[in-house]
């Protein structure tokens, strides 16, 4: 089958790989739709933290189940998504229900090899029902699982202001998540396309770019001097994350979607005074899987809205430098097979 694999950064080929071979507890699946995320962008860098080359990409996935074995609960034709975070089930982490954080977690498409060729197996308890939805809604599944799992993180209440940094897929699906469950969203971006779109498309009522605007001056006003008391990172860039803390309100919580590779600096005096809460939030869970789905089903989150490109999987390797460049105003883009 036709795989697209990344050699090393900067580096996309073409290859013939195998078949995957039949596996107890595992279904194959006709791979239709992958989203392109910001993981993939950076493993592209050469940016992503816990990477090795060569890789073949995709880890946000519709497919179509082709094979699976009596007792999985899933039947052949049926539409998937997947929860490509594949955990040992033996660790602390997984005896605690947290298999989002597995000690020994192998994220399909950046541990192992993903999504990016004909057909891919999967564990059966990674499947994600359909529940009915399209390839394209599909696809949205596990980066909007990101954000709804983060917010559940943060523990949002009705009418807390809620500042998001990075109006990224990953911030637009966490900036949706904040709203459902009540917060009054904030969107910061340096991107003035990003923020229209937010405005205009997601109608966030508030909109902060700190390149042209006095952060704290608006968050002022914007919060009757309270300043917000959740703040979520979903840019995954350092300055940003550094900076997040000064904008956080007394008593406040601080949670970490995005991710890089360097080290965290943040004030002691400025976090300590504040008696604030500091928490990262890695993948997802299958409760959050099954909020999004769901949400997906009643309306309360378009997809529509996310996808703004897509691509031939045939063209993946001519356009994806293209795609990712800012200039084109893309928000998610999703490879067709």
């Keep these: 089958m036709k795989t697209l694999i990344c050699n090393t950064p900067g ?6 790989t195998e078949m995957p071979e039949e ?3 595992y279904s194959l699946l006709k791979v239709l739709r992958v989203g392109i995320c910001g993981t993939d962008i950076h493993a ?35 539409i998937v998504s997947i929860s490509p975070y594949f955990y040992c089930g033996r660790c602390v982490a997984c005896r605690n229900g947290k298999t989002n954080c597995c000690v020994k977690m192998e994220v399909f498409g950046v541990h192992i090899d993903g999504g990016m060729r004909g057909y891919i197996s999967v564990p059966n308890y990674a499947l994600v029902r359909g529940e009915g939805l399209s390839a394209d809604e599909l696809v949205l599944v596990e980066p909007l699982a990101i954000g709804a ?27 949706d998540f904040a709203a459902i469950a009540g917060g009054r969203v904030i969107a910061m971006d340096v991107n003035p396309q990003r923020l229209e779109f937010c405005r205009d498309t997601f109608g966030i009522p508030y909109t902060i770019n700190p390149l042209t605007e006095n952060v704290m001056e608006r968050l002022m006003e914007i919060t009757g001097g309270d300043m917000p008391t959740v703040v979520m990172d979903c840019t995954g860039n350092l300055k940003a ?19 890089q590779k360097e080290e965290l600096v943040i ?8 008696e604030a809460t500091l928490m ?25 809205n996310y996808i703004t490109h897509k691509v031939e999987f045939d063209e993946m390797k001519y356009q994806f430098s293209e795609l990712i460049n ?12």
């Design 241 to 259: 994350i550094n900076s997040g803390v000064q904008y956080l309100a007394h008593g406040g919580r601080y949670v970490l979607i995005g991710l």
């Design 149 to 175: 799992h983060g917010v559940r993180r943060a523990g949002i209440e009705m009418d807390e202001f809620v500042l998001v940094m990075g109006a990224g897929p990953i911030g637009l699906g966490t900036m």
């Design 267 to 274: 004030s002691h005096p400025e976090f300590h005074k504040r």
């Design 44 to 78: 592209f860098e050469g940016t992503q933290p816990f990477f090795n080359y060569p890789r073949i990409l995709g880890h946000e996935i519709a497919a179509e189940i082709v094979h699976t074995q009596e007792g999985s609960g899933f039947s052949t034709g049926e």
């Design 326 to 337: 800012p200039a084109n105003g893309a928000i998610k883009a999703v490879v067709v097979f």
């Design 11 to 16: 580096e996309f080929e073409y290859i013939v």
């Design 23 to 25: 596996r107890e507890s």
């Design 280 to 304: 990262s939030s890695r993948n997802a869970l299958p409760e959050d899987f099954e909020q999004v789905v769901s949400c997906i089903r009643d309306g309360s989150v378009q997809p529509e």
